[in-house]
């Protein structure tokens, strides 16, 4: 019974502990984000990183979800004569829901184990404490601007992508499905929304930082050489990519919750 007691409370206090540093790390990070110096430099690198080379990823991911969506749609809705949804299903799910979650999944498993790895390579190395011994602080060079780039890139790369997925619907639904072209794009503007579109960027903007923050917290306390900074990689990607299934229903809930 004692063993089962201490073990019980190692787990809690580890538990705490854990939710500690996170929060404590957090608010830091936050409060670096928007006071001054800031490194414009570094910013722009970490976005042209982020935005620039995932953006392929996630043209492509968006390309074909779109055009298996259309597919999919088509075959459900043929059984009740319902065909011409198909174009409002694409572009609803793809602002709404698939947009924001693939693109945040895709960047998460590129940039946030690029992130985890890199900084958990500065650690293990001591190249964090070489920054500190030269007076830089290192929530301002290594985590405020990827979090800033986080923040604002992933956004664009989603707008990018819903484009490119609402144009793989539309190449199926006109080439393959047999839509006439100017019914299929009415029938994508007439019911979408603007909210639609808005809440599909809160959330990249939300997944953007989640995946930076994870990216940054667990290579800023990796430690054990190169295990370590392989274990801070893999939790890393791993807790981002839940923490943004969990954010997209809490928005979800927000924004269209009756």
Do not use: W
């Not at 984000?33 to 991911?61: A, C, D, K, W």
């Not at 830089?136 to 601007?145: E, G, I, M, S």
């Not at 707008?159 to 144009?167: C, K, S």
């Amino acid at each position: 019974m004692t063993t089962l007691l201490a073990l019980i409370g190692r787990v809690f206090l580890t538990f705490v502990r854990t939710v500690g540093r996170f929060s404590l790390f957090t608010g830091l990070a936050v409060s670096h984000m928007v006071r001054p110096p800031l490194y414009p430099r570094l910013i722009v690198r970490q976005m042209i990183e982020i935005g620039y080379y995932s953006l392929p990823v996630v043209g492509l991911t968006t390309l074909f979800s779109g055009m298996v969506l259309a597919l999919q749609s088509h075959l459900g809705f043929a059984r009740f004569s319902a065909e011409g949804a198909v174009a409002t299903v694409v572009v609803i799910s793809l602002t709404r829901e698939l947009g924001p979650v693939l693109a945040g999944l895709m960047v998460a498993g590129r940039i946030g184990a690029a992130m985890a790895a890199e900084i958990g390579t500065m650690r293990v190395t001591e190249q964090i404490d070489a920054l500190s011994t030269l007076s830089t602080n290192p929530f301002k060079y290594l985590v405020a601007p990827r979090l800033i780039a986080g923040l604002t890139m992933l956004p664009l790369l989603v707008l990018v992508g819903d484009i490119i997925g609402v144009f793989g619907g539309y190449l199926i639904g006109t080439t393959k499905l047999g839509f006439n072209p100017g019914t299929y794009i009415a029938r994508t503007v007439e019911f979408l929304q603007i909210m639609d579109v808005v809440s599909g960027l809160v959330k990249a903007a939300a997944f953007g930082f989640v995946i930076a923050l994870m990216g940054c917290y667990h290579g800023y306390h990796s430690k054990g050489g190169a295990q370590g900074v392989g274990a801070a990689t893999t939790n890393a990607v791993v807790s981002a990519s839940i923490l943004i299934l969990i954010l997209n229903y809490v928005i979800t809930e927000l924004f269209f919750a009756q």
